[in-house]
Structures are given as C-alpha cells and as structure tokens.
C-alpha cells in the first residue's frame, strides 16, 4: 500500500509518521511518498519520519521527493495538506484584517477568504496530477479552509473525502473527562468545517449500542473547564447546551478578540517561531519520537485522524468504529435548508464508497441561521477562487457574517489584493 502527502515538509508530518507507526495494524502502509517542493525542509523532516518508523520497527519504505507526478504514481491515497505562501502568507492573512476591524484569522472572515483565493486554484492542480497518476486513489484534504477545499475537489469529480481534527480533539478530551476509552465515545457533532457544535455525547456499550446523553452531565461537572479551553463563557455552553468549537468564538466574541489581536503576537508568528525550532530539532540524529514542541504546533490528533479515514476508505481497518467517522461530505439533504452540493462536517459512514453522511437531528435557527449564511459566502468564497474578479471578493465578503458592510469589504478587498498579489495571477 502506497501513501502520499502532498506538504509533506510540513513540520507536523512527523506526528503523522508516529500515528502509521502506532496504527500500522489500521493501515499497513508499505510506502510512504512525502512531495514537497521545499528541499531544505523535506530533508530533515524526512530524516525524522525514517527514524519514528524504525523505533516502532515499521518496515514501510519512505521516499522523499519534489515531484508531484512521480511522487503520487499509483498511490492508493494522497493526503493533502499543503500551504500556499506559507508562514508569511498566514501572517499577512492574520494582520491587515485588523486594520479594518475584523477579526484576523487564516480560515474565517477576510483572512480565510485570501487563504481559499490562493488555495484552491494548487489544490485543484495538483489533484489533476493526481487523477492521470493514481486515478483510483482517495484524496484526504486537511488543507485549510477545508470545507471550501473539499467543495473545490468534489465539484470537480475527486474521490475526496474533507478532515479536520475539531472533533477527535473533542472526542479525546471528553472520554478522559468521563474516564473511558475514545473509540467508545459518540458525538452529535454538526455544522460547517470550523463553524460546529457537540449537541450531544453518547458512550457504546460492550455491544456497541449507544447510551444516554452525557453532555448535560459533563457541562455540569466540567463546564468551566471546556469553556475555558475554547475560551467562551461557559453560561453561553450551558445556556445552548451544545460545546461549539474554537472557532466560534470568532463569532461569539469577535470585538474582544479583536482587541486581543491588537495587542497580542499573531498566531502565525508564533508558529513560524515553533517552527523553526522543531526544524533544528530534527536535524539531530538522535530524535526519533515526536518532540514535546509539537503539540504547540496545532493540528492535534492529526494522525489518529487521518489514519483512521484513510484505513476505512481503503478497507484495511479492523475495528467497526473507525468506519463511523465525523467528515466533510456532500450534504444530499442532510440539513435540508442548505443545497445539496454544499460541504458539511458531520458524523458519516467510511467505506470504499468513500463518505455517506448520517442523519441528524434538525439543527434549531440560532444554528441554521449561522451554518445557512456562512454557507452562502463559502459558495460565493469558491466562486471568486474559480474565476478570480475583484467584484467576486468583494461579494462573497460582503456575504460573509463577520463583514457584511459594503465600505468595510470594500477596503478588506483593496488590502487582500495587496497582500495577495503573489499568488494571485488576476489581481497583478
């Protein structure tokens, strides 16, 4: 079995190398393919990815390359998670935002916006590539903004399936909250990608069948906790009775993180620090765990992720809980009030068909309302990607929640093509 990833210099692929050296029963990967057009980074990240294999004895061959064609030949699944522009590109994302008083973020509002206009035209080349060398592989895509992305691939007749680490973060901190295994945990989890709540949280039993909701419960014992790491008021959790994910509080709490923006160092430059640290860490050849510093990183439980969806597609896990997987599928009428092509992130049912999702209870207006207009901008977002046009970025601005004024997208407009010459061919 041949698996490729495509941003395979990315500095958290080696999490992904400790996941397959864990997980090799899930997915007895024979090759392992990283493509990265950055030489100076895939090096020593391959480096570390050879020895993380080793210690846990894996005897999967690792090839390091920069060519997309004959790196992805004939694989039987290509992850995606690329960066258009890098660190420099997400700091620029994360900072003019502000200067017109929105939030400043790489996969919401403006930022996001920029970060999808430079995103999906590559992600798009690069899957043709991949259809004319493995036309029968499934395509993971962890590239941000994922929902916009994987909407990209399907519309353009992909074997896709979207992946985000939103929801086994939460699986993984729920079940050690409530002292059981994570495979036994259940989430209600629905929404758009980055845009979710958990309305409910069931534990299997030895029979696998579902007990009651525990949310209630773990709000009341928890609360203050959860609430504290997503960094909302834990009466906004218990007033919804749902836990809605990190990025809600671009929206819940927009002015104070605003303010907090201004004051603070970006995410971006944090992490292009983190970066370059765990970058001369894997030039020691010695290292072969993944360090502590990546947790720092983001991205976590990545590899549990991503190892789980693949194996399921491919048909090579072995526990029945892994074909239950919360993904970025089509919605075909899942929540009814949206078009059937839209992207939703939703528990689904993984097999070699790849990504059916489940039904859902319906979601109350507080939610639909939110989920249904961030949609119509991610259309609008995916459009302007397409055909490029300073009047598509300021529609599908204008589109989104977090701007909605005409003079403000207008200016966000102006600074995006700015910033964003670079990548842009249409905007020079």
């Known amino acids: 079995m041949k698996l490729a990833v495509v941003g395979g210099g990315s500095t958290y692929t080696p999490e992904l190398a400790d996941g397959l050296g864990r997980l090799r029963e899930t997915l007895p990967v024979d090759e392992l393919v990283l493509v990265d057009p950055v030489i100076e980074r895939l090096e020593p990240v391959g480096a570390v990815v050879r020895r993380i294999l080793a210690r846990y004895g894996h005897p999967a061959r690792v090839v390091l390359t920069d060519d997309l064609d004959a790196g ?4 039987d699944a290509v992850l995606f998670q690329l960066r258009v522009g890098g660190q420099e590109a997400r700091g620029q994302d994360e900072e003019w935002p502000l200067d017109c008083g929105c939030v400043g973020q790489e996969t919401t509002g403006a930022g996001g916006l920029a ?6 035209p590559v992600v798009l080349d690069a899957a043709e590539r991949v259809r004319r060398a493995a036309p029968n592989a499934w395509i993971v895509d962890f590239t941000n903004p994922v929902g916009i992305v994987t909407r990209a ?11 985000c680490n939103v929801a086994i973060g939460f699986q993984r901190r729920f079940a050690a909250m409530l002292d059981v295994t994570p495979n036994r945990v259940r989430l209600d989890h629905v929404g758009l990608n980055h845009l979710t709540w958990e309305r409910g949280l069931h534990v299997l039993d030895e029979s696998g069948e579902p007990g009651p909701d525990l949310l209630p419960t773990l709000l009341a014992e928890h609360g203050p906790a959860i609430a504290a790491d997503i960094e909302l008021p834990v009466e906004l959790l218990r007033a919804q009775s749902t836990v809605p994910s990190y990025y809600l509080r671009y929206f819940y709490a927009h002015d104070a993180v605003v303010s907090q923006q201004r004051h603070t160092e970006s995410r971006a430059r944090q992490v292009a620090a983190i970066e370059r640290k765990l970058l001369e860490l894997y030039q020691d050849p010695t290292l072969d765990t993944k360090p ?14 991503a190892v789980a969806l693949v194996g399921a597609l ?12 919360v993904a970025d599928v089509r919605n075909n009428g899942t929540l009814p009030f949206l078009p059937d092509d839209a992207v939703i992130e939703v528990p689904s049912l993984i097999d070699a068909s790849g990504a059916t999702p489940l039904a859902v209870a319906p979601l109350g207006p507080l939610h639909s309302g939110l989920v249904a207009h961030v949609a119509a901008y991610e259309e609008l977002a995916l459009d302007a990607a397409l055909r490029g046009g300073r009047d ?12 909605g004024q005409y003079d ?3 200016a966000l407009t102006d600074r995006l093509l700015a910033a964003g010459k670079e990548h842009l061919p249409w905007a020079r």
């Open 292 to 305: 502590a510093l990546l947790e720092n990183r983001g991205g976590a439980y990545y590899s549990e992720a």
């Open 314 to 325: 491919l048909g090579t896990t072995t526990d029945e809980g892994d074909r239950i997987q």
């Open 392 to 403: 598509r970025v300021v529609t599908a601005l204008l589109a989104h929640p977090l701007v």
């Open 408 to 410: 403000i997208a207008e």
């Open 153 to 163: 691939l399907l519309d353009a007749g992909h074997r896709a399936v979207g992946l």
């Open 72 to 75: 992805v030949e004939d694989s």
């Open 115 to 120: 970060k999808a206009l430079r995103t999906v």
